[in-house]
Structures are given as C-alpha cells and as structure tokens.
C-alpha cells in the first residue's frame, strides 16, 4: 500500500478509535433475527434514501466500524448482521479490527430496494499497532425508515489480493456510466441476464446460451480472468484445443471451451441490487468443486479431459455485472474460500442448495 495512502489511514483509524465506546452491551442486547427479514415496505425505502443517500450510508457504516462503535450508526432493533456466513451479535468481528477504509470503491445501488452492494478494501489491525493489515470486503446493507436493518459482509484476508484490488486506483467507468433510458431493461431482464453467466458456467458444456458482449471483460479479486495478455515467450492457447481453460481467453472462448465444466454447482443465487438506471446487477452465490469423478468430464469436440480442484472446493462470490445492449459487458467479482458447502447465513438449507433465482431485495415491479 502506498505509504502516504496508509499513513492517512492509520491517522483516521487512530482518531477513530479515540473515540470508541462500548459495544458489549449493544452486542448482547442485539436480538439475532431469524432468517425472515425485518417488515419494510417499497414506499418507506424509495421515499427515504436515494442513490447518494445509500451510499453515505456506507461511509457511516465504516465510521462506526472504525470506532467500534454500533451505537455511532442508527441500528433496526431486530437488525441481522452475519460475516463470513456466521451470524454474529453487532460489534464482533471486522467492528473489532478495522482500522481504516481504502480507497478502492465499488458499489451497486438499489435506491427501490434501499439496499447497496459493495466490493471495497479496508485496513485491519496488525500485530505491531503501528502497521495495518489490508484487505478485500463485500458489503450488504439494507435500510429502511432511516435505519440498517441487515448487514451481510465476507472478508477475504488475503494482503497480496487487497493491495492489488487498491492499485486498481478507481472501478472501470462502465459501472456508473447511465444505460440510454429507451434502451434500459427491466429489473426481471436484467436479473436473468446475470443468472444466464451462473447457469452457463454449472457444468458447461459449451453449448449452452452465453449473452457475452464483444468486449466483455471480468476482473476476479483485482486480477483479469479473462482477455489476459500473453506473458513473453508463450503462445496463447487455443480455446479449440487446449486441455485447460484460459484466462487469456474472452469470456465467450471460455464459456464455449466447455472446459469449466468442473464447476459443479453454482448454489444460493441471492441477487441483492439491481440499478436499472445503470444496467448493473449484484448477486452473493457459491461455487461449489466436488471434485472425484466429477473432474472427469467430456469435451464439446468429445475428447475426454480431466480438470478442476482435485478436494471439495467452494469459492463465496459476490459479482456484479454491467449489462448493455441486453448482454454482460463487464464483471466484477470478489471471492474468498470458506468451508466447502457453506451456506450464507441468509437463506434456508433447501435455498442455500438450490441454483434457483432468489430475488431478496424485497422489491417487486408494479
């Protein structure tokens, strides 16, 4: 991390905590809601917060995060908050060791729904308190009448993948560049065009219906997972050949590759945000690798090919997608690995299991 960029952060981080009061008794007072979601209404959410009115909502979040202080942000009573899949009492876990926000800044807004989506980075504690610990975070929050009613968030601890996602600088312009208003698609659309990307990735098989714009492009933790250069001395390789999938490749190359087919299932479609205005959509999933047999699969070409994780594997995605001209143009992804067959904290067992759309913004079109 640049040092002047980390010096201010340790400076607000310090100032923060200065200013911290006691979260204990919040935290056992804080009533662990069950799965069902605190009672709102579409009139309370869209009157209340619009797009900026959101996304201040997050600055206000951290800064409560910082001082590890949940009485600093207004709190629903019954308000849900869960990291990393564990539902957890208000003031535990990132409330305790972050320090500082970072710089790098993604979110996807949903002023209908009053819900945000975020891929960000953040600075932890580090033994020596002089230093901080970077880090990548997917954020949730949902408001209503003034007040966060849910919080869902996932930390991947992973210094090298936050430093990286920071030196991107700023997210590619496309995500808050406006789609033509005669040319905007309707939540529903835009919902299912996403999920065509989770359902043509679950055991591909090359044939499937893949809305790729030409120059779709999908960042993964801060690095290209597609359209790569060539490192020096290497020859790209063939999609049409090649034993295994490439991130040189375009999206579309590696959907039709058929060679990510050891993707077994792709569970707990929860899509969370959708910006009509911009053509984004947000959702949490899971990846699961079940690995064994199921690594052994045929070829579009029916040439037999082994590939994929040879242990059960589960990646915890949040991904965002921009959507023009009713294809996926941009991705961005966030992604850590928690126990394989995780479930998210937000869904039933049966939901969790299942690759069905689950619109839970708890907006419906009129």
Not at 110 to 130: M, R
Not at 161 to 167: F, I, K, N, P
Not at 246 to 266: A, D, K, P, T
Request: aromatic share 8%.
């Amino acid at each position: 991390m640049n040092p002047r960029l980390f010096a201010l952060h340790l400076s607000f981080a310090l100032g923060g905590a200065a200013a911290a009061m006691s979260s204990t008794a919040h935290a056992q007072n804080n009533e662990i809601a069950a799965i069902p979601r605190v009672v709102t209404t579409t009139q309370s959410h869209a009157a209340s917060c619009n797009r900026a009115c959101l996304e201040g909502w997050v600055d206000r979040y951290f800064a409560a995060v910082i001082a590890d202080d949940p009485s600093a942000v207004p709190l629903a009573r019954n308000v849900r908050f869960t990291e990393n899949g564990q539902v957890l009492p208000v003031g535990e876990g990132l409330w305790k060791s972050m320090k500082a926000a970072g710089t790098y800044r993604l979110p996807v807004t949903d002023a209908d729904a009053g819900q945000i989506a975020v891929i960000t980075t953040v600075v932890e504690d580090h033994a020596d308190p002089a230093q901080g610990t970077p880090a990548l975070l997917a954020l949730r929050l949902k408001v209503a009448d003034g007040r966060i009613t849910e919080i869902e968030q996932a930390v991947e601890r992973n210094v090298m993948t936050a430093q990286r996602v920071e030196a991107l600088g700023s997210p590619r312009a496309a995500f808050s560049t406006p789609i033509p208003a005669n040319a905007r698609l309707s939540r529903t659309a835009l919902i299912e065009t996403a999920n065509k990307y989770f359902t043509g990735m679950q055991r591909n098989d090359g044939k499937g219906d893949y809305p790729f714009h030409e120059r779709c492009d999908r960042i993964e933790n801060g690095g290209r997972s597609t359209n790569a250069p060539t490192p020096p001395g290497q020859t790209r390789p063939d999609p049409k050949t090649a034993t295994g999938y490439s991130g040189q490749w375009s999206c579309r190359e590696q959907f039709e590759s058929g060679l990510l087919y050891f993707v077994s299932r792709i569970r707990d479609r929860r899509y969370v945000a959708v910006d009509e205005e911009r053509g984004v959509v947000a959702a949490f999933a899971f990846f699961d690798h079940m690995a064994g047999s199921t690594r052994n699969f045929t070829r579009p070409d029916g040439r037999p090919t082994t590939a994929g994780p040879a242990q059960p594997w589960t990646w915890e995605i949040l991904e965002f997608f921009k959507i023009e001209d009713g294809q996926l143009a941009e991705i961005e992804a966030f992604l850590t690995r928690p126990p394989y067959g995780m479930l998210s904290g937000w869904s039933t067992w049966e939901d969790g299991m299942s690759d069905k759309i689950q619109d839970v913004t708890g907006y419906r079109e009129r």
